[in-house]
């Protein structure tokens, strides 16, 4: 497989534009986009006074005005391939109100509603879907909670979910993966991957 590997910042329009043309200078094409660049603070969600009106910029540059400067980079270009495809990474806080800050969880709901106008206005050549992952266990969690906390996070979220289980990186990868190839006729959608947390623990009733 060959790849190349470009350093930048989605929040940096020309960024943006220079790594799109990287890709068609090197492969000749852009089939897919997964926009998967994130960034957070970690403040309580009790704590209002925590953030500052730039801290929302600088989170929102990232999470919200990175994916749809991607999009309009590489739009062009996934026309022209006929069957363009991009997948945006989202969060189940988006939808729960829940999560690392309120940058984070208003700039993920933001990014829900950007997927939805970029369906539906660069359709019908390019599909646009956007996944939204439960926990995930992964170091960058576990450095922004520490040892001790993101383990008690990381079990409590397994025991409150459906599956029982948390999340790996390899299994939102294998979604994005999915909606980006073979998911021909799937566009504007959240697909959530959270291991069943939103839906609660199984429920046993003895007979």
């Not at 006074?49 to 062009?76: L, S, T």
């Not at 709901?109 to 050549?125: D, F, G, K, S, V």
């Not at 995930?136 to 996070?153: C, H, P, S």
């Amino acid at each position: 497989m060959d790849a190349i590997a470009l350093q930048g910042d989605v929040a940096d329009d020309a960024a943006c534009r220079a790594a799109v043309n990287a890709a068609v200078a090197r492969f000749s094409r852009v089939d897919i986009l997964v926009n998967s660049a994130g960034t957070t603070q970690f403040v309580p969600l009790s704590d209002l006074d925590g953030q500052k009106a730039e801290d929302f910029q600088k989170v929102y540059a990232v999470n919200v005005i990175g994916p749809y400067q991607m999009a309009r980079a590489a739009a062009p270009h996934l026309r022209a391939s006929g069957a363009g495809a991009i997948v945006n990474v989202s969060s189940i806080g988006s939808l729960n109100g829940n999560g690392s800050s309120y940058s984070y969880v208003t700039s993920k709901a933001a990014l829900n509603t950007l997927t939805l106008a970029l369906a539906r206005n660069l359709a019908p050549e390019i599909r646009v879907n956007c996944v939204l992952p439960g926990l995930i266990q992964t170091r960058w969690l576990k450095n922004g909670l520490g040892d001790e906390a993101y383990e008690r996070v990381r079990d409590g979220w397994a025991d409150a979910s459906a599956l029982q289980k948390t999340c790996t990186a390899e299994d939102v990868a294998q979604t994005i993966v999915w909606l980006a190839a073979d998911a021909a006729l799937v566009t504007g959608q959240l697909l959530t991957v959270d291991g069943g947390f939103l839906l609660g623990r199984p429920t046993r009733v003895s007979r």
